[in-house]
């Protein structure tokens, strides 16, 4: 569960956010500032997005549709047959399939899903370049590569296709070790939609029957 949420952030956990001059692209790491301090302003946000992931070796091609809500810390994301939310306190996740919710605690520290961090966190620890400037239709379009400082991470570059016109991030690569690509793709963002704090908890009444297993 923890992996599916850290893959969503792209992996990048990383505080570092000291560039070096003589590596990294001035215009890209300008491009994602930019685009960090606007996601900042945002108080609520809903992103819909398609995830991928593509391994040769492992003959792996899979996609899934999801969704992510996020309001301050507390968090609701949506993909396959999961839903796992939090209120920064606790965390719950349900399984459509099973009818089941685990129920855990929240560590804040260890976890943590800010609406700051959500699609912002690309200038922290990496050395950034611009590979490619395209128009699609009437919108400037740039793609970012990103290295890692930390090698020690297991992923070794991650792709940015960024809408320049609009300010938006709207597709992300991660290039594992492994030889795995995972594939980003939001088709739809929505800033400060109005969300109830309710809507990060779990309410067994919607749910009928509904095994809880309590590992707190």
Known sequence: MKNLIVALLLLITTNTIAQNKNNTDKSAEKLLEVISNRYKKFQ??????????????????????GSIHVKGNKF?????????????????????????????????????IRLDDIFTMYNKGFLSKTIENKKEGKNEITLIELTPKDKKKNFFKIKLTVDKTNQTIIKSQVFDKSGAIHTYLVSNQFPNI???DKFFVFDSKKYPNCEIIDLR
Do not use: H
């Open 44 to 65: 609520t946000i809903k992103a819909d997005f398609i995830y991928s992931i593509e391994s040769k070796a492992e003959n792996i091609n899979e996609k899934q549709k």
């Open 76 to 112: 609701r994301l949506d993909i396959a047959n999961q839903i796992i939310m939090s209120d920064n306190k606790t965390m719950w996740t349900y399984s459509k399939d099973a009818n089941e919710v685990q129920v855990s605690n929240y560590d804040a520290q260890k976890n943590p």
């Open 194 to 196: 109005k969300l109830d």
